[in-house]
């Protein structure tokens, strides 16, 4: 583990250094800092928060660590540069892909179940309110959209309510990816229109086609295709190893940051093998 630590602050700091990043000089510990305690609680305690400040703080890492919240504040101060780091990543990912092979697909994250919808606090309305096929239960929470590479590192996500259907998501993606790239997606992805478009910019969307499909494929592209999402498959799992049974968190904010940190962290973990 401290090994990874300080590769964490290393690479924090050196995005920090490199965006030519402004920092108080009065500040008790740098926002790399911050960034490196949000991460670590990510990566070895269930994004429990303040698991993390305890073991820096005891084992010398960060000794001058602030209280529980004078760090929440910096915490959310400094939650766009997560994604930028996570959006730098990406790209590394993207030009280490050589075959130019990408997944999509979408992951539940439940923020209360069902029977509990009545006593939830941070999310209102029915729109929050998910169905998870696998599992055959309905939730209350968020969805993850990734899209990741042939090898599972993730180089895009987004979070939206949990009635948000993976069609209307496919519109949402950004798909900034270089020319000649293949997606591959479920039968939930279907729609010929966001098809022919992405063909036109010469990245080419094949989801896997339904039986009654009005564009069907060859069988060898249909096995290729089903063979290339079990991977987003495995990224799913490592991504679920990484939360805890419940995320703890007192405003929607502060529990999408702590959904985008796992995502993130997911990505870091290809880093530290």
């Known amino acids: 583990m401290d090994a990874q630590i300080v590769a964490v602050f290393c690479m924090c700091d050196d995005l920090l250094k490199a ?68 959006s730098l990543l990406g790209e590394t990912w993207k030009a280490l892909n050589a075959n130019s092979i990408y997944v999509i697909d979408s992951f539940p994250v439940a923020a209360c179940d069902n029977y509990r919808i009545c006593r939830s606090h941070l999310y209102r309305g029915e729109e929050w309110r998910g169905y998870q096929a696998s599992k055959r239960r309905y939730y209350y929470g968020l969805k993850i959209h990734v899209l990741i590479t042939e090898e599972g590192q993730p180089v895009e996500f987004f979070l939206s309510p949990g009635s948000y259907s993976d069609t209307n998501a496919l519109k949402v993606f950004f798909f900034d990816l270089p020319e000649g790239s293949q997606v591959t997606a479920d039968k939930a992805y279907t729609d010929y229109v966001v098809e022919d478009t992405m063909n036109a910019a010469q990245v080419y969307l094949t989801p896997v086609r339904k039986k009654n499909s009005k564009r069907p494929v060859p069988p060898w592209v249909h096995y290729l295709v089903s063979s290339y999402r079990k991977m987003i498959e495995t990224t799913g799992s490592l991504i679920e190893q990484l939360l805890p049974k419940h995320i703890h968190a007192v405003t929607s904010r502060g529990f999408e940051l702590k959904v985008a940190t796992f995502v993130l962290a997911c990505s870091i973990n290809y880093l530290l093998r």
């Open 19 to 86: 965006l030519q990043h402004y920092e108080d000089p009065q500040c008790q510990i740098s926002d790399a800092e911050v960034m490196t305690t949000g991460i670590v609680a990510a990566l070895y305690f269930g994004g429990n928060i303040e698991k993390a400040r305890a073991h820096l703080q005891e084992y010398g890492y960060i000794p001058r660590m602030l209280g529980k919240s004078r760090f929440n504040r910096r915490w959310h101060r400094v939650a766009d540069l997560f994604l930028t780091l996570f």
